[in-house]
């Protein structure tokens, strides 16, 4: 007879757990370097309008979310390993590709491209996870791996301005594009453990088919509800990232380079901290109720609502300075908790499936849509006036998952 499958070791959970926040640290790298060469973009022989700007996050935001399904359905049938491999080779070397563009097409085209990339590993990325670590330990685990989304982003921005400031907006696509393929490489010594070894036998038999399975997900309330709630916290928080840096350079008068290192420095902080203190009280308090992720989310975003408004309304850098760390730091106590109460609502077999789900909605519903709109309506009106959509967004995130912690109460 043969032995059961041993679980993960320790050192190879935490080997893969350091591997793959490496890798989503270039993930958001990569993301947030364009917001960083927003201005440069804008009056460079490209010309491009604000809504011209807005498109190139949202063509790859749209094209993620469109690619997301696929990935996820591979993740719960190949191996993963390979799967988020090959993802980080194709973003690494579209980046790569938007240094030589010569036009607003081919950069949209470079950008979008990005998309099928990211798809791949964000999709199944948080599924191999859940199959290193149980339960009781996946909200700090998710809060690791999440804090390399500040991170990152935060030297997306920086890196992004000093390199556009010294030696133009090509270079800086180069120089977040050549590592990923080193990463890439990297992926394929992770271990590949059996779906659900970390949790209890699932008691019902997974679906027969990906239509049964998005049946099934979409009759689970509280995922449904908690997926619509990430849905508008992802409008705001994307739509805040795409272009606070130019916000602060046109709106507010600072420089180029001191708007994105400025604001890179407030993500990093307040990112890193926000994140593992979310995970971490998101785990102690789960041990009392099991909707404590999804209250922990829709109490600080709340509380953030006020907060985001100061930053992008007060004209005093102290008082916009203040909003704007208060706020990061609340809105990113959501980030561990809100993965977990996803990977957690859902059977072991189908995590991908729900995962790539989530990312699809949140993403079409999100931040495929807010940049280019603020773009768009920046265009017709001001920037100072376009952003002022992201506060109502916040509340609307809070509320969502107000419901769907109740909805989970009473499941």
């Known amino acids: 007879m043969p032995a059961p499958a041993a679980k993960p ?37 490209l010309g491009l309008s604000d809504a011209n700007l807005g498109a190139l996050m949202s063509a790859f935001l ?45 950069l949209l085209a470079a950008r979008a491209s990005v998309g099928i990339g990211e798809a791949a590993y964000g999709t199944i990325a948080p599924s191999l996870l859940s199959d290193y670590y149980p339960a009781e330990r996946r909200g700090r685990v998710m809060a690791i791996f999440f804090a390399a989304i500040p991170v990152g982003a935060a030297l997306g921005y920086m890196i992004g301005g000093l390199v ?58 509280p995922y449904a509800l908690t997926v619509l709630g990430y849905a508008a916290y992802t409008f705001a928080v994307g739509g805040l990232a795409a272009w606070m840096p130019a916000f602060l350079e046109r709106v507010r008068g600072l420089p180029r380079a001191q708007a994105t290192v400025s604001f890179g420095e407030i993500v990093v902080i307040t990112g890193f901290l926000g994140t593992f203190v979310g995970g ?20 600080s975003t709340l509380a953030a ?52 789900l989530s990312v699809f909605a949140i993403h079409l519903f999100g931040d495929a849509i807010s940049p280019f709109l603020i773009g768009l309506v920046s265009d017709a009106t001001s920037l100072a006036a376009a952003v002022q959509i ?3 967004a916040v509340v609307v995130s809070g509320l969502g998952w107000v419901w769907a912690a109740r909805a989970q109460r009473r499941a």
Not at 323 to 344: C, H, K, Y
């Open 62 to 106: 749209l094209v993620y979310t469109l690619s997301a399904p696929v990935f996820g359905t591979l993740g719960d049938r190949r191996p993963r390993p390979r799967l988020i491999a090959a993802g980080v080779a194709v973003w690494s070397v579209a980046t790569v590709l938007s240094g030589f563009a010569a036009s607003f097409l081919a």
């Open 280 to 299: 971490w009280v998101g785990d102690r308090w789960a041990r009392r109720t099991p909707a404590a992720f999804l209250w922990l989310c829709a109490l």
């Open 9 to 45: 070791r320790t050192m190879s959970a935490a080997w893969g757990l350091a591997t793959l926040s490496l890798i989503n640290l270039f993930n958001y790298l990569d993301r947030y370097i364009v917001p960083a060469l927003f201005e440069s973009l804008k009056h460079s022989r």
């Open 305 to 356: 609502a006020p907060f985001v408004w100061l930053a992008l309304a007060a004209a005093t850098p102290r008082v916009y300075y203040f909003g704007m760390v208060v706020a990061e730091f609340l809105l990113f106590l959501s980030t561990g908790p809100v993965n977990a109460a996803i990977v957690n609502l859902v059977s072991p077999l189908e995590r991908a499936t729900a995962v790539a």
């Open 390 to 392: 992201v506060p109502a």
């Open 164 to 221: 556009d400031a010294h030696y133009g907006w090509r270079r800086a696509f180069f120089v977040a594009g050549v590592p990923g393929l080193a990463l890439a490489a990297l992926c394929l010594a992770l271990r590949d453990p059996p779906r659900g070894i970390q949790d209890p036998a699932p008691r019902e038999p997974p679906p027969a088919n990906l239509a049964q399975t998005y049946r099934r997900l979409l009759g689970n309330r």
